[in-house]
DNA sequence: TATCCGCATAAGTACGAACATACTAAGAGG
DNA sequence: CCTCTTAGTATGTTCGTACTTATGCGGATA
């Protein structure tokens, strides 16, 4: 097509950074089977003049996709499509507090679910606290952004005295310690994760559109304040085909 | 101004990437304790003035200890420095039946099976090569000093460079990318984790006394040598019924 | 005294331009 | 036919610049 007109380019809408706009954009393409498992990317220049945007802004999008492993670059040959978001999503790698505030940022916890529990039995002991203990409970799936289906479902487990933390808010899109943190001024010292394998209990297969009793990994966090107290538990599931955690050891 | 001179911007070195060296160079004020733990780095303006660089160099460099856990950033405020990375090894935080997993002194890798083999396909994709590059295999049960049954199995890649520091060996009792470092001087820049749920496969069900199918975990290594190159690959299966990962993230 | 508003600050986003480096493929030469 | 060289391509790095947005501080106001 002969078209100078609209373009492709994306409508962009404000509030969004335009490197996530893209990014999701080429998420849906990828998808979509526009650009298959496998396959190579058009060269960044090339994208940046299709979208309308600047190069550097493509590769933001690009970097984003990469550390998710949707994508893969190599200097003087191109950008490769390695899985689609219902192949090979989550490659979950926030293994610092600042990892997890970023991770927090570019997702959406929406919560489905609350009510207030009493820990017992396992729970307690993966808890790390008397039986007994009665916590805030919050749950439901969590989405990145733009997405139409969540990669995870989360649960949180709040002390109750931070309950008016979360109080009206229905879609979290950042780490809620850090609102625990602003609230009551205590700082979390510790936080404490275990990753296990675990077979996915019914309603977390059905958010995640698998099997019950599929293959699927837990991630249990607890966050710890000053005086060695649970502040907050928070479990994770992901579905375990498309979902690995990985963490970085790097020497100076 | 007085100084023109040489400043104390950095004596940048050819090869490397300037934001990298900034980032050793910001790793190494922190880790003296020029830059404490808690307190905030000079603006990023500041630091792209006093190196002698752009400000985005700067940037990519936080960007950098930034997924490494060692700084955070919040707008308007700051980047706040959130730990020292020099004692990384010490992160390893493999939990097994409660005890506490340490790798290099309390187990024993038995090697059972050596071979010559090509990566291709998943695997050569998992470990991050290209296909049809040769490595040497080694794989064996690895045991609890004195125990009779082992709690993992343990697959070895290494890069036939190396094969001879194995040679000879039937059973290893030290993390075996140290024997690497020591013979070849060449030191490892960093480890990849990647930890995923599996169905056990057959060979590791036998040895595990599991069921073929059942529950489990495997964990893989990527060690990477100073040129980016891949000097070991590392895969293990563990159990899942008994077998959890664990990490502590503390921020002061 | 307490609250609100606005300014300064610092990271985040976005554009443009240029050069460096790794890789591929095509062509020249043996 | 094989090897070496060379040109082209695409990502990586680096500079410059400008604007946006979140935050915090301090002064003015009720």
Redesign the interface.
């Known amino acids: 097509m002969s078209g100078q007109g609209p373009e492709n380019g994306l409508a962009f809408e404000k509030g969004t950074p335009r490197y996530l706009q893209v990014a999701q954009h080429l998420q849906k393409q990828i998808d979509g089977g526009s650009y298959p498992v496998g396959t190579l990317l058009p060269p960044e220049a090339d994208l940046a003049e299709s979208l309308a945007v600047s190069r550097h802004t493509v590769r933001q999008a690009i970097a984003q996709l990469r550390?998710r492993g949707v994508l893969s670059a190599r200097k003087g040959v191109g950008t490769r499509v390695?899985s689609r978001e219902d192949d090979w999503r989550a490659?979950f790698?926030a293994?610092?507090?600042?990892?997890?505030?970023?991770f927090a940022r570019t997702t959406e916890l929406h919560f489905e679910t609350r009510s207030t529990v009493e820990a017992r039995g396992a729970l307690a002991v993966d808890m790390g606290v008397r039986p007994g203990r009665k916590f805030h409970y919050l749950a439901g799936p969590r989405y990145y952004a733009g997405d139409e289906k969540p990669f995870c479902v989360n649960e949180v487990y709040l002390d109750p005295r931070l309950r008016d933390v979360v109080d009206g808010i229905d879609v979290l899109r950042v780490a809620l310690f850090t609102l625990v943190e602003n609230k009551t001024g205590e700082?979390?010292?510790?936080?404490?994760?275990?990753?296990?394998?675990?077979?996915l209990p019914d309603f977390v297969a059905h958010h995640l559109d698998r099997e019950p009793g599929a293959?699927?990994?837990r991630m249990t966090r607890r966050y710890i304040g000053s005086g060695s107290r649970l502040l907050e538990y928070a479990v994770q599931y992901y579905p375990?085909d498309t979902?690995?955690?990985?963490?970085?050891?790097?020497?100076?």
């Open positions: 550390d390695e490659r790698g293994n610092s507090r600042g990892g997890l505030f970023d700082r979390v010292k510790e936080i404490q994760q275990e990753v296990r394998a675990i077979y293959l699927g990994m375990g979902f690995s955690y990985q963490t970085t050891l790097s020497s100076t």
